[in-house]
């Protein structure tokens, strides 16, 4: 209930990359919130293991994790943070509809050009 086993796992993660491969510059990106509210019950229903996949589904606990992640990266492992949480926690429509935790590809490429921008500069 605490993400106590993902955040050992999380660290140990970052140490070992750091180990292996010591000139490499990491990231990490923050959790995306949750819309429950995209995934139809009567559709969910039809599909197998959709109850199972959505049981915990709730922002609550995706705020929760995002906390502690953030906390553990950038106060205890010093990696800096791909911060889109609060991005997708006003970005419901562009959430994949029966799914709840996933957005659409231009969503993401859009977020992702926040953090990279596409270099408008040409060769003279």
Known sequence: PYFTDHLNATRQLVETIRQLYPTVTLFWKSP??????????????????CLSRIRYLSN??????????IRLMRDELFVPVLDVYE????????????????????????????FYPPDNHTDS
Do not use: F, K
């Open 32 to 49: 995306s919130a949750a819309q429950p509210h995209r995934v139809p019950l009567e559709e969910c229903h039809r599909q197998p293991n």
């Open 60 to 69: 609550s606990r995706i705020d929760y994790l995002y906390q502690q992640q």
């Open 87 to 114: 991005s997708s926690y006003l970005s419901a429509d562009r959430s994949i509809i029966g799914d709840g935790r996933h957005y659409d590809l231009p969503y993401n490429l859009m977020i992702l050009s926040r």
